[in-house]
């Protein structure tokens, strides 16, 4: 079964680092492009970052120089480190596998449950 | 980027068609057919319905449908049921990836 399982959620005072963590099972990470989507509560989804196959990786102007998306491919596990937390950050983290064939986008096809993310002194 | 504009609710009675719009620009959802869908039930992950403007990944219903003209994508429901009533997002490749607001659709 395609799958994947978000973990490393939690509590982190603003300027703390936590990283999120992405367990697939049923196809291989490092041969897909993965992306990271969060959700503020009660608000809209907004993209985060994504890596690609060949190991190109690009972020949202709101995390860009904080966070770092990487992959272990031995673990088949895609990474979300993240640093100078702000308030701001609070959201559900999302990974998603963001499916390409032949160069071309087929959207985000499998998504995980989602881990929270609180910043909060 | 800037956020692709939806509109915030729409709503149907059952049985009947609606229409969720998606307005970007001519550097986004206008130069590319690279506009996907997804739906979001409460406390549930996303569920991709379209995606390249008008394909529907396998298992999606084809009462779910998909359209661009110019800088505007849009979303069709028809034969609305109760379990569509959800929030759904368009969301564009256009070197980077960026989502509509969301609209919450309600089935009375």
């Known amino acids: 079964e395609v799958q994947l399982v978000e973990s490393g959620g939690g509590l982190i005072q603003p300027g703390g680092s936590l990283r999120l963590s992405c367990a697939a099972s049923?196809?291989?990470?490092?041969?897909?492009?993965m992306s990271w989507v969060r959700q503020a509560p009660g608000k809209g989804l907004e993209w985060v970052s994504v890596i690609y196959s060949g190991g190109s990786t690009y972020y949202a102007d709101s995390v860009k120089g904080r966070f770092t998306i990487s992959r272990d491919n031995s673990k088949n596990t895609l990474y979300l480190q993240m640093n100078s937390l702000r308030a701001e950050d609070t959201a559900v983290y999302y990974c998603?596998?963001?499916?390409?064939?032949?160069?071309?986008?087929?959207?985000?096809?499998?998504w995980g449950q989602g881990t929270t993310v609180t910043v909060s002194s | 980027q800037s956020a692709l504009t939806q509109p915030a609710s729409v709503s149907g009675s059952p049985g009947q068609s609606i229409t969720i719009s998606c307005t970007g620009t001519?550097?986004?959802?206008?130069?590319?057919?690279?506009v996907s869908w997804y739906q979001q039930h409460p406390g549930k992950a996303p569920k991709l319905m379209i995606y390249e403007v008008s394909k529907r990944p396998s298992g999606v219903s084809n009462r779910f449908s998909g359209s661009k003209s110019g800088n505007t994508a849009s979303l069709t429901i028809s034969g609305l049921q109760a379990e569509d009533e959800a929030d759904y997002y368009c969301?564009?490749?256009?070197?980077?990836?960026?989502f509509g607001g969301g609209t919450k659709l309600t089935v009375l």
């Open positions: 049923g196809f291989t990470v490092s041969s897909n492009y």
């Open positions: 001519s550097s986004d959802v206008g130069s590319y057919n690279l």
């Open positions: 969301c564009s490749y256009a070197g980077s990836r960026v």
């Open positions: 998603a596998r963001d499916r390409y064939v032949l160069m071309v986008p087929r959207g985000m096809d499998v």
